[in-house]
């Protein structure tokens, strides 16, 4: 994956941004963030929830409810089937 300072980035960003690749972005030779292009494969909404922190802890939670059995089909809700 390519680097570029942040003093580049600083300068050069509508040239960078449009090369539409992943980029590390280093400060004094440390990466400190990351550009990723948004592509057909990842839009931004998939990038929101990928790095939403609330999100994230609402599936950990439905994770621990399906390995606890608390959870029914919603065929079977609709039947009237309660959990």
């Known amino acids: 994956m390519e680097t570029v300072t942040v003093r580049d980035i600083r300068l050069n960003f509508?040239?960078?941004?449009?090369?539409k690749k992943?980029?590390?972005i280093t400060r004094r030779g440390k990466p400190?963030?990351?550009?990723?292009?948004f592509s057909s494969d990842m839009g931004v909404e998939d990038f929101i929830i990928a790095n939403s922190p609330h999100i994230n802890?609402?599936?950990k939670e439905a994770e621990k409810d399906i390995s606890?059995?608390?959870i029914i089909s919603v065929e079977n809700y609709l039947k009237g089937e309660r959990v």
Do not use: R
Not at 14 to 19: E, R, S, V
Not at 32 to 37: A, M, S
């Open 14 to 19: 509508p040239k960078i941004a449009l090369q």
């Open 22 to 24: 992943p980029m590390i």
């Open 32 to 37: 400190c963030f990351g550009i990723i292009p």
């Open 57 to 59: 802890k609402l599936l």
């Open 68 to 70: 606890a059995g608390k």
